[in-house]
């Protein structure tokens, strides 16, 4: 133990000493997140682009029907829609014409008696000069007036007019109207940021195995290793201390990129941080483990580079670490990947999916993880001697 | 007493055979010198006596424990110069010590010590905390040799480790090696340079293509090759009368005669240098020029293979 824990310390030294492990592993991730954060939000949901909700004027022409717009106030709404109420229609077409309001609804008199009753009822939909604004709005009422309509079948169905409303009170409260979610989630949506965020801690924490698959790769060229290997260390310890310095190196890089970007990105990856460790430790073992395999079958520095980017790169694509949107084939192509449940881990608990669902993540990823680190097992001796 | 022995060793890679049923004793306390020309083996017998690599045949011993069966024991007991300069970019001189000692079992005080006298008896305690990558070439080569004696092993194996240094740094080596040798070491030093091995060696090995050609003391081997010693005289107004009676001296071998060089074959060529300048005075020759060739180790790898060592 105290030449594995030497060994480490000192391969901890080495990297730590050397400026280039501090910009690949810790900063160029950063910047990475924020600008494909950034750039590529138009995949995502509309909070990636709006910063202002739509102001919409509201008239209800009469007091019985003011329960079926109550859902446009609530808290979900208030992210897309700020509702003003104006007393007649006059009134707020002039200040949608004055531009004091984006978009304009009149909920029309006897509108709750004609739902309850079951006859077919309208709202005045006034779009404003602005399309994107008026998409917006649209979504968002449409949404609700969709509501309506199931509520009017349900109180249909039972009997009682009264239902209805009730029905879309309840439903408002806790809807949400415009989402964007990957299959099998829990309806949560999630940021571009956050999006990329899972994707490239993935990414480079396996580029952090890279570097101890270079590391030993050019400790065999610098002939450091055979002095290494001359020494009364067995090569399972020259091994052991590597990996376990890389792998530290690794879980720090997890920690300052998850603190980072949750302090100054302000970005959510939930409270569960057993599972993102795990999921972390997985990755990371994983990562080590092909820098051992690798170091084994590349015969030189430079093709170990070759085998790695590739592969990190490669899983990287097919996983959607760099455009979400692939396509049927190679998506499903992806799902045969590590990253891809490695990413998926982390998403979901960001999402803040259940249990059963991050644990099940977590189990496809460590078996991952276990057979690498026996095919690494299998292959260390051979990745120290190169005979 | 034996302290390296090798056993019929083999060691082929592929079809190439790099060592060739190799049987060799290096005794304690001796500085043995293992000479040969480039791929001529030598490295891959120095990796097998310090367990890097696995002989196909044979057995290797160091103290009389299996390479083999013991391993770490052995290497333990080994401090290795390789040819290469081995070092960290990233470490201070004192940091390689310390990793290197460390590595070596040495721990507290004691590790603390051997790092002041490895620094000190390389000549580096003032660039303790200075990284190779400010160091000279020769600094960076004691360096490699202070990694390999901080545990201050009883055998010393050095890798040719003069390649590519200024004449200053190597004479420093060379006193190093006897100075090492002095405080009980056995050394082995391998080398192409036959002026090194001929000038530190207590016994040479030569060895070509994986085979041990010559074995024994600089003077055994050059008894070999004596009858090759000879004078090289320019002269003006050489007679026949001259060199006949030069060939009749008792320490000449032969003499040859080309135009007005005068070659002689003779035994001990600096004591009757008087004598035979003497009988061409004697006749009136005059000299031109004179050189004497006494022969080498090189003499003898020429002798031995028909090849230069350094071809």
Same mark, same amino acid.
Request: hydrophobic share 45%.
């Given at each position: 133990m105290?030449t ?46 709006l ?5 919409v ?6 007091e ?31 200040a ?10 009149v ?27 008026n ?6 009422i ?6 309506i309509?199931?509520?009017?079948s ?9 239902a209805?409303e009730?029905?879309?009170r ?13 299959p099998d ?11 990329y965020?899972?994707?490239?801690l ?10 101890a698959?270079?590391s ?7 002939r ?14 020259v091994?052991a ?5 890389h792998?530290?190196?690794g ?18 990856w ?15 073992a994983?990562s ?25 790169l ?25 990253s ?15 249990d059963?669902v991050?644990?099940?993540?977590l189990?496809v ?10 095919i690494a ?11 | 007493m034996?302290h390296?022995?090798l ?20 005794e ?17 017998t ?9 002989s ?11 390479v ?63 990284r ?14 202070a990694?390999?004696?901080?545990h ?18 190597r ?5 190093s ?8 070491a ?12 001929? %000038?530190?060696?207590? $016994? *040479?090995?030569?060895? +070509?293509?994986?085979?041990? !050609?010559a =074995? ?5 081997? @050059? ?13 003006e ?12 001296h %008792?320490?000449?071998r $032969? *003499?040859?005669?080309? +135009?007005g060089?005068?070659? !002689?074959? =003779?035994?001990?060529?600096?004591s009757? @240098? ?10 009136g ?11 080498n180790?090189e ?6 293979t ?6």
């Amino acid at each position: 133990m105290r030449t594995i824990a030497t060994l480490m310390r000192y391969e901890l030294l080495r990297m730590l000493r050397t400026r280039e492990t501090f910009w690949m592993l810790i900063v160029l991730p950063l910047v990475l997140i924020f600008i494909l954060g950034n750039a590529l939000s138009g995949y995502f949901n509309y909070e990636d682009q709006l910063v202002d909700p739509v102001e919409v004027g509201l008239v209800v022409s009469d007091e019985s029907s003011a329960g079926f717009a109550e859902p446009l106030r609530s808290e979900a709404v208030a992210r897309w829609l700020n509702v003003r109420d104006y007393e007649d229609r006059e009134r707020m077409l002039k200040a949608l014409e004055r531009g004091e309001i984006g978009y304009g609804v009149v909920v029309p008199e006897h509108f709750a008696e004609m739902v309850m009753n079951g006859r077919e009822a309208f709202w005045e939909l006034h779009p404003g000069p602005k399309a994107e604004r008026n998409l917006v709005a649209e979504s968002v009422i449409g949404e609700l007036l969709d509501r309506i309509n199931l509520a009017q079948s349900v109180a249909e169905a039972l009997g009682d007019p009264r239902a209805a409303e009730a029905a879309v009170r309840a439903g408002g409260a806790e809807g949400s109207f415009v989402t964007v979610t990957l299959p099998d989630m829990t309806g949560r949506d999630y940021s571009a940021m956050q999006y990329y965020a899972a994707q490239m801690l993935v990414m480079f924490l396996l580029y952090a195995g890279m570097a101890a698959g270079l590391s030993i790769a050019e400790e065999r060229e610098a002939r450091t290793l055979d002095r290494l290997r001359a020494a009364p260390v067995m090569p399972v310890h020259v091994l052991a201390g590597k990996m376990t310095g890389h792998g530290l190196v690794g879980i720090g890089q997890a920690i300052v990129i998850i603190a980072f970007t949750r302090m100054f990105y302000g970005l959510e990856w939930g409270d569960r941080y057993g599972y993102l460790l795990a999921a972390s430790l997985f990755i990371v073992a994983a990562s080590v483990s092909l820098a051992v395999i690798a170091a084994a079958l590349a015969p030189n520095t430079r093709a170990l580079q070759a085998i790695f980017m590739t592969l990190i790169l490669g899983m990287t694509f097919l996983s959607g670490g760099f455009t979400p949107e692939l396509g049927e084939p190679l998506e499903r192509l992806g799902e045969f990947t590590f990253s891809f449940w490695a990413s998926q881990s982390f998403i979901h608990l960001m999402l803040g999916s259940a249990d059963a669902v991050v644990r099940e993540h977590l189990a496809v990823l460590g078996s991952a993880s276990a057979g690498l680190f026996l095919i690494a097992a299998l292959l260390g001796r051979k990745a120290v001697s190169h005979e | 007493m034996s302290h390296v022995r090798l056993r019929q060793v083999v060691k082929r890679y592929g079809t190439k055979v790099s060592v060739d049923h190799l049987t060799l004793s290096i005794e304690k306390g001796e500085i043995f010198g293992l000479l040969g020309p480039n791929g001529a083996g030598k490295s891959t017998t120095i990796k097998m006596i310090c367990g890097l690599i696995r002989s196909d045949q044979g057995e290797v011993e160091v103290d009389g424990e299996s390479v083999r069966h013991r391993p770490l024991s052995v290497k333990a007991k080994i401090g290795l110069v390789p040819q290469e300069i081995a070092l960290y970019e990233q470490l201070t001189a004192e940091e390689h010590l310390r990793f290197f000692g460390k590595l070596y079992g040495l721990r507290g005080r004691r590790l603390e010590e051997r790092i002041d006298e490895a620094l000190a008896f390389t000549g580096l305690t003032g660039h303790r905390n200075e990284r190779p990558g400010s160091f000279s070439g020769g600094m960076k080569r004691r360096l490699n040799i202070a990694c390999a004696i901080v545990h201050q092993p009883k055998l010393i194996i050095m890798d040719e480790p003069t390649v590519g240094i200024d004449p200053q740094s190597r004479n420093h080596i060379l006193e190093s090696v006897r100075e090492l040798n002095r405080r009980g070491a056995t050394i082995l030093y391998t080398s192409h340079y036959m002026e090194e091995v001929e %000038a530190i060696s207590t $016994r *040479v090995g030569i060895i +070509d293509h994986g085979r041990l !050609i010559a =074995l024994g003391t600089i003077r055994e081997l @050059l008894t070999q090759v004596e009858e090759q010693e000879k004078l090289v005289i320019e002269t003006e107004g050489l007679t026949d009368a001259a060199v006949e009676e030069v060939g009749r001296h %008792a320490s000449v071998r $032969r *003499v040859e005669r080309r +135009d007005g060089v005068l070659e !002689i074959w =003779l035994r001990h060529a600096q004591s009757y @240098l008087q004598d035979m300048l003497y009988i061409l005075a004697k006749h009136g020759v005059r000299i031109a020029s004179l050189r004497s060739e006494t022969p080498n180790l090189e003499t003898l790898f020429l002798t031995l293979t028909g090849r230069h060592l350094r071809d």
